[in-house]
């Protein structure tokens, strides 16, 4: 992880206290807009990405570790609603920086992921090769910092739904059937919250995130229509797949 250095927030005088913020309070000589609002702005917060957010939208956004990591109980609770249980897993939730996503995405082509998961098995051996026991562990869940607080939510959200399948015995599953069912998880939390532009924010899952993701969600929401969450959930557990829709 880049080391980056600190500047003191002087939009709220809260010090930042973490070595994650790659940010600085800035006047622009001309009126710029805000990267999340699109309002015209004279301060903003300049992130070293090309970020520029306003007061409201830098106050309203997730900065530091600390605060990344107050979430996190929070949204495991409510997972559990759901019937996804990530109580007594190991979640290393790392808040981190453009350049540092950048570095740790490297293989996913032209992409910058605002979360990334990884993870891996330690399996043992029998005498024979085959593998007898699976310790499912999860390396790091990685978000990128500044984020507004709705969506470091969805993403943690969609992040601890991967973490989740990991420590489960599922089939294989195609990278649209893991990513839809984890989209899908956001978007009902989402829909519980108390946030108006909901709705919105669910419309341009299903439009304008990349192919994968889309494809993955719409067939979710499809799926959603003739079965409950939880069926759909024990169907992908046997099958691997989405339940088959009632009609052609
Ligand atoms: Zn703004
Ligand atoms: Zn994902």
Known sequence: MNKQTLYKNTLTNKGVTSDICDYKIKRASDSISC???NKEISHSASYED???L?????????HTQEEALEFL??????MKKFGIDCQNMNIPLRLINRKSMEHESKSLKNFIPIGLTSRYNLNSYNSS?????????IDSVLILNGLSVTD???TLVHELGHCWIHHQDFPQLEPYVEEGLCELLSCIWLKQQNIPERGQKIQNL???SSDVYKKGLNRAMIALKDYSFKEIIQYISLKGI???RYYN
């Open 129 to 137: 090769r085959q593998i007898v026991h699976r310790e499912p562990v």
């Open 54 to 62: 306003c007061k409201k939208c830098f106050d309203n956004s997730v």
């Open 152 to 154: 470091f939510c969805m």
């Open 35 to 37: 990267s999340y609002c």
């Open 50 to 52: 090309g970020r520029e």
């Open 206 to 208: 299903l439009n304008y």
């Open 242 to 244: 989405f339940p088959p």
């Open 73 to 78: 109980p929070k949204l495991i609770n409510d």
